[in-house]
């Protein structure tokens, strides 16, 4: 099994700065892709930014130029840099990941999230 494990929320000023961890750890032969998500009260889940394995990025056109996701292998973990934080950005922030547990089996799942919140 793989376990998902978020860190790095908090209380933040407009214009303020965040880093997001998330951790994976279990039978982990190898991660594909690890993306960030967050879901604003009210609102639907939406992708923020996403990673592959060979380190190609992606952002939602909010975050871009401010966000900043990256990925360190050896510890399984995905980080999410954020800079020049909105009021906007405030939400639960989850990681998901596709996990490679063996040959030919994939694991994707969720971590518990971390809350961000942005005041004005």
């Known amino acids: 099994q793989v376990q998902l494990v978020e860190s790095g929320g908090g209380l933040v000023q407009a214009g303020g700065s965040l880093r997001l961890s998330c951790a994976a750890s279990?039978?982990?032969?190898?991660?594909?892709?690890m993306d960030w998500y967050r879901q604003a009260p009210g609102k639907q889940r939406e992708l923020v930014a996403g990673?592959?394995?060979?380190?190609?990025?992606d952002y939602t056109h909010s975050v871009k130029g401010r966000f900043t996701i990256s990925r360190d292998n050896a510890k399984n973990t995905v980080y999410l840099q954020m800079n020049s934080l909105k009021p906007e950005d405030t939400g639960v922030y989850s990681c998901?990941?596709?996990?490679?547990?063996?040959?030919?089996?994939?694991?994707?799942?969720w971590g518990q999230g971390t809350q961000v919140t942005v005041s004005s």
């Open positions: 998901n990941a596709d996990v490679a547990v063996g040959p030919g089996t994939t694991w994707n799942g």
């Open positions: 279990g039978s982990i032969f190898s991660i594909n892709s």
């Open positions: 990673i592959t394995s060979d380190g190609r990025t």
